[in-house]
């Protein structure tokens, strides 16, 4: 049943797809929230259970990658947890300042420049500061399959059944 319910959920649903692509938007979340608006809206009834908790875990595993995936990506490159914590701290606010450009090099940046100040080691540091870049890339791209994911979930959910 298209109303205007339904296309603001499938609106919060391409928001949360799109989101996952702009720094600082939540689309794990915007994506729940047109699930849920929807099935709010159906009296709980559609998307049926079983689907709503598949959506929701997919939803909650975008959160996650959107929160942790850099951190971890960095982890595995040797980075310490501070360096990781200042990094997200600096790229955000560079980000902020001067657009996407800045998440990156202030992420890239202020890893190795913490990572070198720590070891004296150029390769290590370099090393860090790469896995902390290709994690960035690899969170957005699997946030971006997630939402895609739940987006098309519900709408053959909410379409077909």
Do not use: C, K, N
């Amino acid at each position: 049943m298209v109303d205007a319910v339904f296309l603001l959920a499938v609106a919060l649903l391409v928001g949360g797809v799109v989101g996952t692509l702009v720094p600082l938007v939540p689309g794990g979340l915007l994506s729940l929230s047109g699930v849920y608006l929807y099935w709010w809206h159906t009296g709980f009834v559609d998307p049926g259970t079983i689907t709503l908790a598949a959506l929701t875990l997919l939803g909650v595993m975008t959160i996650v990658a959107e929160f942790f995936a850099g951190s971890i990506a960095a982890r595995a490159g040797g980075a310490s947890w501070l360096t990781t914590t200042v990094a997200t701290v600096v790229a955000i606010v560079l980000m902020l300042v001067t657009g996407p450009l800045g998440l990156l090099v202030g992420l890239f940046g202020t890893v190795f420049i913490v990572e070198f100040f720590r070891g004296g080691d150029a390769t290590h540091s370099t090393r860090s500061a790469m896995y902390a870049t290709v994690g960035l890339f690899a969170s957005t791209a699997i946030q971006a399959l997630l939402t895609i994911t739940i987006l098309l979930g519900f709408l053959v959910a909410v379409i077909v059944f």
